[in-house]
């Protein structure tokens, strides 16, 4: 496994899962070899971060809860590329994602030092019903909250995205993004 592939959308078809896989498959085309794990959030049984400070202590790794979570947080800090996925809803990421991203705060240690090996790369790959304007600033907090945690950081965001459209179809440009991005992630391989 080269990438780790985050859901935090509750429809694991849909317009989050496809712009991800967008990336994912741009990635393999520079990579011959690539294999991605996929976690779908929303299909497992986990919960936030309980502010126990167990992390903080010299010998973790990261969160101490022994949950689903645990086993993608131990994943996170194996693989050198993850792509992230998260529909926005109520202006913020999905609640299952956020859940995960408050577990990261066991990637820090007791001295606010990084427990990420360094050069792991993040692509987010962001979807909304509105248009671009709606929530412009969740892009920046998602990139500038990972890179924190010392990862190189992108955003990929679909807007104006149709909630009930079966098979999701993605601008030309949203293409190439993706294609760029898979190819940036590749580099991490």
């Not at 299909?43 to 790794?61: F, H, I, N, R, V």
């Not at 577990?103 to 248009?131: C, H, W």
């Not at 995205?161 to 030309?172: G, H, I, L, R």
């Amino acid at each position: 496994m080269n990438i780790l592939a985050i859901s935090g959308s509750p429809r694991p078809a849909r317009n989050t899962a496809s712009l991800m896989k967008l990336v994912i498959e741009a990635a393999k085309t520079h990579v011959s070899d690539v294999d991605a794990m996929w976690c779908n959030l929303n299909d497992m049984t986990y919960s936030g971060c309980q502010s126990c400070l167990a992390c903080k202590e010299p010998t973790a790794k990261s969160c101490v809860r022994k949950d689903a979570l645990a086993f993608v947080l131990d994943v996170m800090l194996a693989s050198q590329a993850w792509v992230i996925g998260t529909p926005v809803y109520m202006g913020n990421v999905s609640g299952q994602l956020k859940l995960l991203l408050d577990r990261m705060y066991g990637f820090m240690g007791p001295n606010r030092e990084n427990r990420l090996p360094s050069g792991k790369k993040v692509v987010v790959a962001i979807t909304q019903g509105a248009d671009e304007e709606c929530h412009k600033e969740l892009p920046d907090q998602i990139a500038a909250l990972l890179e924190r945690r010392g990862l190189e950081a992108r955003i990929i965001r679909a807007c104006n995205m149709p909630v009930a459209a079966p098979v999701p179809e993605f601008s030309q440009s949203i293409k190439e993004e993706a294609a760029a991005l898979g190819r940036w992630l590749a580099s991490a391989l």
